[in-house]
């Protein structure tokens, strides 16, 4: 099992950045694929990004390609999103999420694989 934080969120204006971090604990981080996901006022959770256990693959929705940046640093047990231009649409509570998997490349964008959720963080973007 895994423990998940996330931190970093905050209130920022209109093309700033900001960067988020999610702490892990319990057992080895690197055997874990990673997410973030984010959830909207009033609105339904949607994937942000996701990177595989080594690092080597990443995927972004399209929302924020370009602006977001997943990392992760498993000698630290931590992992990363990076925003920049932000922009208000990007407000929204934001999740890291863990799953557990063999293939060194390995993610994934669909919530219901992922089998460790942290509590979020919330980022508002003013206008």
């Known amino acids: 099992q895994v423990q998940l934080a996330e931190s970093g969120g905050g209130l920022v204006q209109d093309g700033g950045s900001l960067r988020l971090s999610c702490a892990a604990s319990?057992?080895?981080?690197?055997?874990?694929?990673m997410g973030w996901f984010r959830q909207p006022p009033g609105k339904e959770r949607e994937f942000v990004a996701a990177?595989?256990?080594?690092?080597?693959?990443?995927y972004y929705a399209e929302s924020v390609k370009g602006r977001f940046t997943c990392s992760r640093d498993n000698a630290k047990n931590t992992e990363y999103l990076q925003m920049n231009s932000l922009k208000p649409e990007d407000t929204a509570v934001y999740y890291c999420?863990?799953?557990?998997?063999?293939?060194?490349?390995?993610?994934?964008?669909?919530?219901?694989?992922?089998?460790?959720w942290g509590q979020g963080t919330q980022v508002t973007v003013s206008s």
């Open positions: 999420a863990a799953r557990s998997s063999s293939d060194s490349f390995y993610i994934t964008t669909r919530s219901r694989a992922y089998e460790y």
């Open positions: 319990g057992r080895t981080f690197s055997s874990y694929a």
């Open positions: 990177i595989s256990r080594s690092g080597g693959s990443t």
